[in-house]
C-alpha cells in the first residue's frame, strides 16, 4: 500500500465553484501534514500546513481525520489562477523523508 | 526568498556526455536532501535519498552508477547523470526538508538530444 494516496482527477470546475480534495495516508503514527501546489513546469510549493484543529487561509481550508486516516483539502470560489496540481504530503516522522501523493490536477474554467 | 538552490534550471547536452546537477539549502543545514525526477503530466518519483556524509539511498530501479549522488557538505548535494541519453530527458528536482516542510528546487529541466 502507497504511504499517501491521492486522486488524480482531473478535477474541471467552473470558476466560482467550490471544489474539494482527499487525501489518504497509511501510517496512523504520522504527525506532520501539508498540501502543495504544483504549477506546469515548476517545482511545488507549500500551500499549507494542516493541523488537527484544521486550519483556513482565505479561500482555502484543510481538515485532517485522524480517525479516518484522511486530510483534504477545500477551495472556495475557484478563481483561474488555483489551476494546478495540489499534492498531498505526509511526514511520518520517521526521518526527514516526506511521502508525497500523486497529485490532484484542477482546471478552473471561466 | 529561495530555501533551496538548484542549478542549473535548463540544460540541453549531447548523449554520451554527463550532466552535473546541484541543490543547495540556503536557510537551514540538511543532512537529507531528495532527488526526484518528474516526466510531462506525470507525478514527481524519488529516485534517491541523498545522505551527507555516507551513500545515497536509491529506490528500485534507479541505477546507483548511472546517477551519480555526492553530498559533500551539510548544504550541497550533487547529482550527475552519467553518459546521458534521450530518455533521461526529464524534470530532475531536488528537496530538503528541515521537519517543518519540505522545500524545492527550482528543478533543472534536462534535455539529451
Known amino acids: 500500500r502507497k504511504e499517501v494516496e491521492q486522486d488524480p482527477g482531473p478535477f474541471n470546475v467552473p470558476e466560482g465553484a467550490t471544489v474539494a480534495f482527499n487525501c489518504t495516508y497509511s501510517n496512523s503514527a504520522s504527525q506532520s501534514f501539508f498540501w502543495y501546489r504544483q504549477d506546469c513546469r515548476k517545482e511545488p510549493k507549500l500551500l499549507m500546513s494542516?493541523?488537527?484543529s484544521g486550519n483556513e487561509d482565505g479561500r482555502f481550508t484543510a481538515q485532517l481525520n485522524r480517525a479516518s486516516q484522511y486530510i483534504s483539502l477545500l477551495i472556495r470560489d475557484s478563481k483561474l489562477s488555483d489551476s494546478a496540481t495540489y499534492l498531498c504530503v505526509v511526514n511520518p516522522n520517521t526521518g526527514n523523508q516526506f511521502y508525497f501523493g500523486t497529485g490532484t490536477s484542477l482546471t478552473v474554467i471561466p | 526568498g529561495a530555501v533551496v538552490s538548484q542549478h542549473p534550471s535548463r540544460v540541453i547536452c549531447k548523449s554520451g556526455t554527463s550532466v552535473k546537477i546541484e541543490c543547495r539549502s540556503l536557510?537551514?543545514?540538511?543532512?537529507?536532501m531528495f532527488w526526484y525526477r518528474q516526466f510531462p503530466k506525470q507525478s514527481l518519483m524519488l529516485m534517491a535519498t541523498s545522505n551527507e556524509g555516507s551513500k545515497a539511498t536509491y529506490e528500485q530501479g534507479v541505477e546507483k552508477d548511472k546517477f551519480l549522488i555526492n553530498h559533500a557538505s551539510l548544504t550541497l548535494s550533487t547529482l550527475t547523470v552519467t553518459s546521458a541519453h534521450p530518455e533521461d530527458s526529464s524534470f530532475y528536482i531536488c528537496s530538503a526538508t528541515n521537519k517543518r516542510a519540505a522545500f524545492f528546487g527550482q528543478g533543472t529541466r534536462l534535455t539529451v538530444v
Open positions: 494542516v493541523y488537527s
Open positions: 536557510d537551514f543545514q540538511a543532512t537529507t
